[in-house]
T-cell receptor, first 114, second 111 residues
């Protein structure tokens, strides 16, 4: 009964380092997305995907890359981390084909960039 | 650009009191969702409202979708400490799966 799994849960980086946040779901959901959550800002959409091989930008895509080679996985890459990317990151998924679908979230990945 | 504005941002009340949280937008949404998030966890869906004017009840929580489908409210009757959490409204204004979230209302219910 895994649902949406995010790794790592915590990460500290130095400015300029790169890393990948992993997201995997076992519900055969077509839609997957990444959000960042900052105090007073709610959740802001970074990138999303409606299926394998298809990705698109959200509200705050700069500094992040994504790919979707399988239905299950949707990794988020930070190529050169900056202190402004310190945040809590959430991956979410839902069945595509309708706009009222419930978003299922992972437990989050807390990233600190020094 | 924040398309969904929530108010109030913070709310601290005593157990047994009633409260209302508002979610407002200048855009029309085909549906709006409400989520609750607890510390260290991801948001969890409470309800989806689809029809303008719709009212849905979930135990002591009442959700309403505005007639023009630009706003929604969440009313909690006789709040309990277990209602403590961050409440978020969310929707897809363009029908392109760009789900956006409101700024959030952090509720604390004191025993």
């Amino acid at each position: 009964n895994a649902g949406v799994t995010q790794t790592p849960k915590f990460q500290v980086l130095k400015t300029g380092q790169s890393m990948t946040l992993q997201c995997a779901q076992d519900m055969n959901h077509e839609y997957m997305s990444w959000y960042r959550q900052d105090p007073g800002m709610g959740l802001r959409l970074i990138h999303y995907s409606v299926g394998a091989g298809i990705t698109d930008q959200g509200e705050v895509p700069n500094g992040y890359n994504v790919s979707r080679s399988t239905t299950e996985d949707f990794p988020l890459r930070l190529l050169s981390a900056a202190p402004s990317q310190t945040s809590v990151y959430f991956c979410a998924s839902t069945l595509a084909g309708g706009h009222t679908g419930e978003l299922f979230f992972g437990e989050g990945s807390r990233l600190t960039v020094l | 650009t924040q398309l969904l504005e929530q108010s109030p941002q913070f709310l601290s009340i005593q157990e047994g009191e009633n409260l209302t949280v508002y979610c407002n937008s200048s855009s029309v949404f085909s549906s709006l969702q409400w989520y609750r998030q607890e510390p260290g966890e991801g948001p969890v869906l409470l309800v989806t409202v689809v029809t303008g004017g719709e009212v849905k009840k979930l135990k002591r929580l009442t959700f309403q979708f505005g007639d023009a489908r630009k706003d929604s409210s969440l009313h909690i009757t006789a709040a309990q400490p277990g209602d403590t959490g961050l409440y978020l409204c969310a929707g897809d204004p363009s029908g392109t799966y760009k789900y956006i979230f409101g700024t959030g209302t952090r509720l604390k219910v004191l025993a």
